[in-house]
């Protein structure tokens, strides 16, 4: 069997299990986010309130305005069209960062690029974090790319980094963190570029939505009810495992420590990454903390410890490993893919009585607070800035920008004048 023959048949073979699985194995979200998405946003069109609406159990839309007036094309669309429309922008986010991770590991260890893209793939596809946010129609994976976008962007030495990362901190607060990064690591301009987008797109949405805008900031921002239980299983943070400690009256001190303690280590380690020009490792790190310090950090959101997967992979390359600390890390990777793969934090869903019941139900925790210490930074060689490549992104970027604001301000304009005064 030739070489290509035999790739052939490895990727469908891994296809096959990983559909089977995925078939099998009870866990399919039923599309319970994009319904919350589709349903506030028609009410909010039709001139409903925003934040009024909720489903039949209580959970209503959580999202900054701006948010909502991004996802008014769904107030155009039915339900099934919805659907389509979410996995067709989740595709294309997929594309984008597995081309963006993956891509240059192809092209510095000689593989080739297809079969490596669809490997990878596959494994993607088998994490409990992707499957949920793509069975939740979630918004995750596209927040992910915005952010990576700036990484790109960054890489190249672009004055439009930052943008991205600003869109994505004004569609949900979690993002932010990553302007923390760009700040923590002297990226001035970056830095300003997504303060300024971000604070940019919440004055429009407060200009065209004042109301909404005001009841997300003094009421739906600080009501924990909207969100869920801090306890329940699928809270995958520090404060998640607190809660777990004493469901009724969690520890909010010894959550603040863990968080100071986290963020710590996190600035210490991503310092110490961009001097060693590895901005890979430091958002890799970033995304990791921003699931352990964020108060909810819902199964589905853990899709921010993807990238720190492949650093880590990266990090083991050439395959087999040569020394016994690459090995070692190897083992830690695979072990951490594995558990993230397994969807064990929801056989504790019904309890978690006992240490064995601790120690499962904060699984994925584990994880987070292993590859924040452990990943390696610096391990792989950095990539250099093309300037050819800076001048084509940057106008396309740009255009895109202006034709985006220049859609959705005539989209938001004709969806006001349906509106009930606020």
Request: glycine share 10%; aromatic share 10%; net charge positive.
């Amino acid at each position: 069997m030739n070489v290509t023959r035999q790739r052939v048949v490895t990727v469908l073979g891994l296809a096959a299990v990983l559909a089977v699985a995925i078939a099998v194995l009870p866990g399919h979200r039923g599309w319970f986010d994009v319904g919350v998405y589709h349903g506030a946003v028609g009410n909010w069109a039709r001139g409903g309130d925003l934040y009024a609406w909720s489903t039949a159990n209580g959970y209503g839309f959580t999202y900054p305005p701006f948010a909502a007036a991004s996802m008014l094309p769904m107030a155009a669309l039915a339900w099934y069209p919805t659907i389509v429309a979410n996995l067709v922008l989740t595709a294309l986010a997929v594309a984008f960062l597995l081309h963006l991770l993956v891509e240059p590991l192809a092209r510095r260890h000689g593989w080739s690029r297809w079969y490596a893209l669809a490997l990878a793939c596959c494994l993607l596809a088998g994490l409990n974090p992707v499957r949920d946010t793509v069975s939740f129609g979630q918004v995750n994976l596209l927040l992910l790319g915005l952010v990576y976008l700036d990484l790109w962007l960054l890489e190249r030495g672009s004055r439009l980094a930052g943008v991205g990362t600003g869109l994505a901190a004004a569609v949900k607060l979690t993002p932010a963190i990553f302007i923390g990064y760009l700040l923590v690591t002297g990226r001035w301009r970056a830095a300003t570029t997504a303060i300024g987008t971000a604070v940019g797109a919440t004055m429009v949405a407060a200009v065209f939505a004042p109301n909404a805008t005001r009841t997300f900031f003094t009421e739906a921002l600080w009501d924990t009810d909207r969100v869920g239980e801090l306890a329940y299983v699928s809270n995958q943070s520090l404060l998640g495992l607190v809660a777990r400690l004493d469901p009724a009256h969690p520890d909010r001190r010894l959550w603040l420590v863990l968080v100071a303690a986290v963020l710590v280590v996190w600035a210490v380690r991503v310092r110490r990454a961009v001097h060693h020009g590895d901005d890979r490792a430091g958002f890799a790190l970033t995304g990791v903390s921003a699931c352990l310090v964020s108060p909810v950090t819902w199964v589905h959101h853990l899709v921010w410890l993807v990238p720190g997967l492949v650093v880590l992979a990266a990090s083991t390359l050439p395959w087999p490993p040569a020394d016994a600390t690459t090995r070692r890390r190897a083992r830690a990777g695979v072990a951490g893919y594995v558990v993230l793969c397994s969807g064990l934090v929801w056989v504790f869903a019904n309890g978690s009585a006992g240490p064995l019941g601790f120690v499962g139900a904060n699984a994925y925790v584990w994880v987070s607070i292993g590859m924040l210490v452990l990943l390696p930074v610096g391990a792989v060689p950095p990539r250099t800035a093309r300037p050819a490549v800076q001048c084509v992104a940057g106008g396309i970027l740009c255009s895109y920008w202006k034709t985006l604001c220049g859609s959705y301000s005539a989209l938001i304009l004709r969806s006001r004048s349906k509106l009930r005064p606020q």
